[in-house]
């Protein structure tokens, strides 16, 4: 079994049995007494976010994860049906697992998907970057750097003033900022 000092993010661990996945963690060294890690975990099922204390040397339960890259091919109700792309096989994901970067999915996205020892789906990231086309976009102001555009998908970004309508831009996923045009 593992300790704190082995925590990373993206790790996977059982904390009053339930599956968590570590989104970040801090380790804090007070004036006086024990360090402690302070880690800010996602539950897996329920997507609910937690802090939890440990104190230093503690034992933690983690889990072997395997990592897969796989084409999105389509949405089945609250799943996305993704293919493996080593063995073709069709695996139902659950639309939790990616959080607030699902509004960027495209169909025949490559995605990284991670699963457990019982080839249960963990977590999933997508790309870094997003090509998406503009739908909207008002005319840019005088004298500002930036204007409210949408994208596919309804996302609303800022863009410079150069961008039109119907222009193809790369978006960064991570942080839903305009990285370039696309030509």
């Known amino acids: 079994m593992a300790t704190t000092s082995d925590i990373s993010k993206g790790a996977f661990f059982r904390y ?21 890690y302070s880690v800010k975990c996602r539950n897996v099922e329920t997507g609910k976010q937690s802090e939890i204390r440990f104190r230093s040397g503690e034992k933690i339960d983690f889990i072997r994860v395997d990592e897969f890259d796989m084409q999105y091919l389509f949405t089945e109700g ?48 997508l790309p870094k970057y997003a090509e998406l086309v503009v739908t909207y976009t008002e005319e840019g102001v005088k004298g500002k750097l930036l204007k409210p555009a949408e994208v596919e998908g309804g996302i609303k970004i800022q863009v410079p003033l150069f961008v039109n309508m119907g222009d193809k831009l790369k978006i960064s996923i991570e942080n839903s900022e305009y990285v370039e045009r696309v030509k």
Not at 16 to 36: C, F, M, Q, R, S
Not at 102 to 122: A, V
């Open 78 to 125: 609250d799943a996305l049906v993704c293919m493996n792309q080593e063995t073709f096989d069709q695996v139902h994901v659950p639309k939790i697992i990616f959080g607030e970067a699902i509004k960027f999915l495209q169909e025949g996205m490559l995605l990284t998907i991670r699963f457990d020892e019982n080839e249960k789906p963990l977590s999933g990231n």
């Open 16 to 36: 009053n049995n339930e599956l968590v996945t570590v989104i970040d963690y801090d380790h804090i060294t007070p004036g006086k007494g024990n360090a402690i």
